[in-house]
């Protein structure tokens, strides 16, 4: 047993087990948000773009990570992807304490744990574990050089090219070349060297900043770090940096005796398992602390939108924990597009008209998911505003782009829409997509067997009207003045009623659904209906429609409950909601939640 704990098979089982553990979190914990990573940018081979990145500190790196970004289309390739900066981490830095005599393989898993906790981060992007392995290939190649020529060249001149290339990572591998020659023989040469280990980190940004890119300090001394450095893993960040250097100082400073005991996974068979638990609680602090799981599930809802699996959207809207905007934004587009949302409406989590649309608000979240209502809609003006609005705060990336050279074409603006097709076809993956429409622009008569495109030039708004993006509507009825075969503007506006229990408009309008061909009428219509008739002894039934005989029931059974718990409105609302809470009576009876709905964010 004490062989197999301290031999090469139990090393090599740990690793592999780490390591596939470590793809797997990466692959099913976070793969959503690590695709979605690909779509915040637009990857170009163009030479104007790429020299863009060489503006600043670090913007090599930040090529890098965007370079590598690209490829983040799908998934579990996601996950390998983000993972093999990881393992590398893990080899260089085994082979950095194997050089200062530090042999624990704990030691080299530790730092990999808490980059996967920045890694389970919404704003990491890529750059963040490449600098990482940028900075410790530059202390691999310092700790291996023995002559002093080399070495000092390479700690003064090198050091200076890794902070132009790599930015704030570059202070990862200083602390190496200091404690390095700290264990050197002392000489004057030393010492006029150590003298410049001190002062160039904090002189070359000083002179760059006055100098040459005339940015901001922070910037100069932090990019690319600042986006992890503004969120809650900042302190996985700080842990990280200090890692290295304490722990090579620790082991510099101890005996002998107890050096040899720290070496977990080389000694005794109980310093294997300790190692092991060890490791194993690491990891679970870690993910407690820094995954972030509404944000991946949200992140897995969009990608079922974009990919139109409603199905598979709507059952994820229902373990979503607790109430999100931006889940029932989504739901309702889901609901309405599976032919389900006015007779399954109230089955789902509602907070008011603010899960049908989203308030105008200057940030990327808004901006980027709120277009979609008004694309389906074919308020094709204002989805063209909102998709460039987005691309403003994120810059060009793919789906705001594509949504512009759509709506542009929608509108025949070709010129416009050309433009955004030059950006796409200098990708890699997009390209293709970009070749067809470019194609339909030469040759507009293709476009007439393209029913997305067809459909939303026949709804293409012909009466002018003040866009009104408020709480009040957007604008619905002047979308079925414009088009009164606009079905999705119909279903929207009646919710919108609905939910501000708005019934006498609602009734004006009932007559739109024989308009529209409705073959019957929805649930949540007929409930409406069966109460508004109740209330105003009135028959607002379309001819040739009347209410299912399982509604009536339905309803007869509800005014029962009720009349017989009538004396306590918390009593009623509790003997009603198993069997009627995802009911229009029930919204109406005993909800308030349009007077609050616009606290919620998304």
Not at 31 to 40: A, I
Not at 237 to 266: D, Q
Not at 303 to 313: D, F, G, I, T
Request: aromatic share 18%; hydrophobic share 45%; net charge positive.
């Amino acid at each position: 047993m004490n062989r197999f704990f301290s031999g090469r098979l139990f090393r090599n089982f740990v690793l592999f087990f780490f390591f596939a553990s470590y793809i797997l979190y990466l692959g099913i914990l976070n793969g959503y948000h690590l695709s979605y990573l690909e779509q915040n940018q637009l990857f170009r081979y163009n030479w104007y773009y790429v020299a863009g990145f060489l503006a600043r500190p670090g913007g090599f790196l930040e090529l890098a990570g965007a370079f590598t970004t690209q490829f983040l289309l799908w998934a579990p390739v996601s996950a390998c992807i983000v993972a093999l900066p990881g393992i590398f981490i893990f080899f260089l830095s085994r082979y950095i304490f194997k050089q200062l005599d530090i042999r624990g393989l704990l030691f080299s898993l530790f730092p990999v744990v808490l980059i996967a906790g920045i890694q389970s981060n919404y704003n990491y992007h890529i750059a963040d574990t490449l600098g990482w392995l940028f900075a410790l290939m530059f202390a691999a190649i310092y700790a291996r050089i023995r002559t002093k020529s080399v070495r000092y060249l390479v700690g003064t001149v090198g050091w200076i090219a890794l902070y132009f290339a790599i930015g704030f990572y570059s202070f990862v591998a200083w602390p190496f070349c200091v404690i390095i020659e700290f264990m050197q023989q002392k000489g004057r040469p030393r010492v006029a060297y150590m003298l410049a280990l001190f002062i160039i980190p904090f002189l070359v940004p000083w002179a760059s900043r006055n100098y040459i890119y005339y940015l901001p300090l922070r910037e100069m001394w932090l990019f690319p770090a600042g986006n992890i450095l503004n969120t809650k893993v900042s302190a996985i960040l700080i842990i990280l940096l200090l890692y290295y250097p304490l722990l090579i100082l620790v082991f510099i400073s101890i005996s002998g005796n107890l050096k040899k005991k720290l070496l977990s996974f080389t000694g005794e068979v109980s310093y294997g398992i300790f190692g092991i638990v060890f490791l194993l609680l690491t990891c679970f602090f870690v993910y407690r602390y820094s995954y972030e799981y509404k944000n991946e599930l949200f992140l897995e809802i969009d990608s079922h939108y974009q990919k139109k699996q409603w199905k598979e959207l709507l059952d994820l809207a229902q373990r979503y924990p607790g109430n999100n905007q931006l889940v029932m934004y989504y739901t309702n587009l889901a609901l309405y597009n599976s032919g389900q949302m006015a007779d399954q409406f109230f089955s789902y989590k509602q907070s008011g008209t603010s899960g049908l649309w989203l308030l105008w608000k200057r940030n990327e979240t808004t901006s980027f998911f709120g277009g979609e209502v008004f694309y389906e809609l074919g308020y094709n003006n204002e989805a063209l505003r909102w998709a460039f609005e987005a691309m403003v705060v994120k810059g060009p990336n793919p789906r705001s782009l594509k949504r512009l050279v759509l709506t542009n074409i929608i509108n025949h603006n070709y010129a416009i829409a050309g433009k955004y097709l030059t950006l796409l076809e200098q990708t890699l993956f997009y390209k293709t997509w970009a070749q067809y429409y470019r194609a339909c622009l030469n040759n507009p008569d293709i476009l007439t067997d393209n029913a997305e495109i067809m459909e939303k030039r026949h709804l293409l708004i012909r009466n002018d009207f003040v866009a009104d993006i408020s709480d009040q509507d957007l604008g619905f009825m002047n979308l079925l003045e414009n088009h009164p075969d606009n079905r999705m503007a119909y279903e929207y506006w009646m919710l919108t009623l609905l939910l501000r229990k708005d019934l006498d408009t609602f009734a004006a309008n009932v007559y739109r659904m024989k308009e529209l061909g409705y073959t019957r009428i929805p649930r949540h219509f007929e409930e409406a209906i069966l109460l508004y008739s109740r209330i105003n002894n009135q028959n607002i039934l379309p001819q040739g429609y009347q209410i299912s005989s399982e509604t009536m029931e339905r309803f007869h059974s509800y005014a029962g409950i009720f009349a017989r718990n009538r004396q306590s409105i918390n009593m009623a609302a509790r003997a009603l909601n198993k069997d009627f809470g995802h009911t229009f009576w029930f919204y109406m009876q005993f909800s308030n939640q349009d007077k609050e709905s616009r606290q919620i964010d998304p």
